[in-house]
């Protein structure tokens, strides 16, 4: 099965700090994704990448910033994080029989104070 | 923008019940449909695809497409406390991006 990773798996940062996740893929996978999960909503996306050194927004891309400098890493940055970025975040990879199928990493929580 | 609609947006089952939930989309040009399954405190997990018309069977899991109405849905017969979670349905129309529905929330009573 795929394996994805993201660091860190929790963090609590302050109104207005940088937040940095990261996520980390070992399959060759040429997709990766990031998304927002929020009671209510299901997942959301925020950015994806078809490939290193690609970036493209998704639905929610206001105050987040990705980088794919890599084809193993997925970073999503958060310069200046607010309260409304409280969420539980999830990375994903996209590859096997069908590109579109995901693979998810097991999530950061970050609370934003 | 497409979306994603699922209902119902919880149910609940006995134990060896038959679950059924839905879900449509709102974009004519969409091709592909996928069912994840996502345990409390856990990341989801793909339970079944379909991309052509009709029926397919995994199991205790069954899914339906009709493209003409962009509704599928699953079923879940026998059902186990394990099945308990929250059932994300997702739809592409073929190209990288992937549009989620807000999911339902199964509870399987013993």
């Known amino acids: 099965e795929a394996a994805v990773t993201q660091s860190p798996r929790n963090k609590v940062a302050v109104t207005g700090g940088k937040v940095t996740l990261s996520c980390n893929q070992t399959n060759n996978h040429n997709n990766m994704y990031w998304y927002r999960q929020d009671t209510g909503h299901g997942l959301r996306l925020i950015h994806y990448s078809y490939g290193a050194g690609s970036t493209e927004k998704g639905d929610i891309p206001d105050g987040y910033k990705a980088s794919r400098p890599s084809q193993e890493n997925f970073s999503l940055i958060l310069e200046l994080a607010t309260p409304s970025q409280t969420s539980v975040y999830f990375c994903?990879?996209?590859?096997?029989?069908?590109?579109?199928?995901?693979?998810f990493g097991p999530g950061t929580r970050l609370l934003v104070l | 923008q497409q979306k994603v609609q699922q209902s119902p947006e919880s149910l609940i089952v006995p134990e060896g019940g038959m679950a059924s939930l839905n879900c449509t989309s709102s974009d004519r040009n969409v091709d592909y449909f996928w069912w994840y399954r996502q345990h409390s405190g856990k990341s989801p997990k793909m339970l079944m695809?379909?991309?052509?018309?009709g029926e397919k069977e995994e199991g205790r899991f069954t899914v339906h497409l009709n493209k003409a109405s962009l509704h599928t849905s699953l079923h879940i017969r026998d059902s186990q406390p394990s099945d308990s979670a929250l059932y994300l349905c997702a739809a592409s129309t073929g190209g990288y991006k992937v549009v989620f529905g807000s999911g339902t929330r199964l509870l399987v009573s013993p």
């Open positions: 994903a990879s996209g590859g096997g029989f069908n590109q579109d199928t995901q693979y």
């Open positions: 695809s379909i991309f052509s018309n």
